[in-house]
Structures are given as C-alpha cells and as structure tokens.
C-alpha cells in the first residue's frame, strides 16, 4: 500500500498577522457608529506578511510532525458571531475567508480553505448562502465551518434538526461540501470556551441529530464533529441506548452515514478509545495545530496537539490508518478529492 497523505481536516488561522486582530479591534469599538470605521480597504497585509505567519508556524510545524495537507478556516475563537449584527459578521467572515484563500493560493499543495459562515444572533441561517456560495464557487473551498449557536454560549437558534438551518443544508448537498460543526467563543461565564463550551457543543449537536430523522430528510448531507466528538465516543452505550429508548434505529444506521469525528482528542487512550468505539470509516485526522492546546505534555514531552503521534502508536492497521489520514477525507471532502485528482494526486 503507498504511503498515504497525511490531511489535517482540522486547520485554523490562528497565527494571522495582528493587523488583524487590530481591524477586528476597531470595528467592535465602532459597532454603535460603523460610519467611523473600519473600512475593509484600511485593512492592508501583504503576502510577505501571510508567508511569514504560515512558514514560521504551522507551515513549519506540519514538516516537522509529517503531514502533508492541511483544511483551512478562520481562526474559531474570532468568529465571535454573537457581536454586532449581520452586517458586522459578513463583512468580518468576508475578511477572514479572504486571508484563508490568499494562504491557500501561496501555499497551493499545503493548504485548502474552508468558510467561516457570516451567522448572527436571531438572523436567519440562510442569510450566509452569499458567503458559502462565494468561497466554493470563486475561492475553491472544500467545507463550511457552521456555529449551532451564534449566540455564543446561551443557545438562543433551534437544534440543527429544525427547518430553519435547511437552506444551508440545501447549499451544502447542491455542492457536495461538509460542515464541521464548530461553535465559537462563550461569552457564558459558566462555560469556558475551549475547555467547555466546544466540547458540550460537540456532544449537543450529536445528539440533535440522535433525536431527530435530519438525515432522512437530507440522506447525503454530511458533518464532522470535532474534537473527537466531544463526550460521544466516552459515552457512546448511553447513546445506543438513548437511541434504542426513542425507538430510533441502530446508531450505525441512523447516524454514522453522515456523522463523523475528527482525531483531536491530546491523548493515547482518548485516540486508543476513539478508534476502538467509532468505526474507522468515520474519523479523519485532524490537529487543531496551533490551536486550544499548544503547549507539551509532560508526561510525554511531546506537544499535545502533535496527533500523528497518537495514530503511529495506535493499533491501526496500515489499510485503517490510510483510511484516517486520507481515505476518509477524501470521501467526506468530495471537492478536495476532485483538487488532488486534478493534481494527479
């Protein structure tokens, strides 16, 4: 069997250039009087700056741990969508989704984008398909990030089950694209943001699913949970037995057609229990590289979020590990798949 490529399903930017940082800065502090600015022309980097932030960190870290590809998106945390109004999340997703291409465009064989949706608070989902549309048509992206809730901690949108958020479900089965389930920062001070809240949102939208029959209504419609689904695969007989209680089928018939998990769990037994519970046609290699967790584990002396470790010194097999470092990327990413066979890859 050929070596396989190593494609990271789960890649933010979280090192872009702090005239970033400082735009989103000013236009938070202008959301009463948006005629002072910022105007998206005052936002200059260049691509010397965005070949910087890349090569000296996540460019530089996938040579050092082996992977080959990496899924792209605006950084999480800086969604943020529950600040402002539509207005300030599309013209802030707009930016965002900007800079992920330009780096996808610099950096053709390392990187592909994924969208960060222009969601709000109370505005209707399908208020994003201009922004969706726009990166899989004129960006080539391969995958939407959506936020179950936009409210940032206090769960104001109905579950993903309901009618509300079909529109983008109809978007993503015309284009074939997945979305990675991905909230954004709590401004809930009972939920810390990484440790908490992405976590329990994880769990939340496995189990929407679980309680609903969205998958009959929309059969190829497809979502990746990161995080190693948060508690799902720790809790995986008490979901079988929720589902059985609700008279829903089996959950590898009900669900894992469409659901799958993504490898950024930090630890040997979290990816020795994720890949003894999920089938392994449904987890895709991911790291969070420069993400949630960036320091070393002392009692390894690795950095935690190195995932391929976790993987090499699973008891995979060669075929499995070709089918979470690639197979099942390609299969969940049908545009990605068609890019790299474009590539002759």
Known sequence: MKNPLIIDCHGHYTT????????????????????LGPKVADLKISDDELRESIEANQLKLMKQRGSDLTIFSPRASFMAHHIGDFNTSATWASICNELCYRVSQLFPDQFVGAAMLPQSPGAAPGTSIAELEKCVKQYGMVGINLNPDPSGGHWTSPPLSDR????IYEKMVEYDIPAMIHVSTSCNACFHTT??????????????????????????????IPHGGGAVPYHWGRFRGLAQE????LLKDHLLGNIFFDTC????????????????DNILFASEMIGAVRGIDPETGNYYDDTKRYIEASSLSLEDRYKVYEGNARRVFPRLDAQLKAKGQ
């Open 265 to 280: 769990v930090y630890h040997q037994p979290g990816i020795d229990l994720l890949t003894k519970v999920i089938p392994v």
């Open 195 to 224: 440790g908490a809240h992405y976590l329990n949102a994880d769990t939340t939208a496995f189990m929407q699913c679980l309680t609903s029959d969205l998958f009959a209504d929309f059969p190829t419609l497809k979502f990746l």
């Open 246 to 249: 609700l008279k829903k089928p």
């Open 164 to 167: 509300q958020w079909y529109p």
């Open 16 to 35: 872009a250039p702090k005239a970033l940082e400082d735009w989103r800065n000013k236009q938070v502090a202008n959301l009463n009087t948006p005629e």
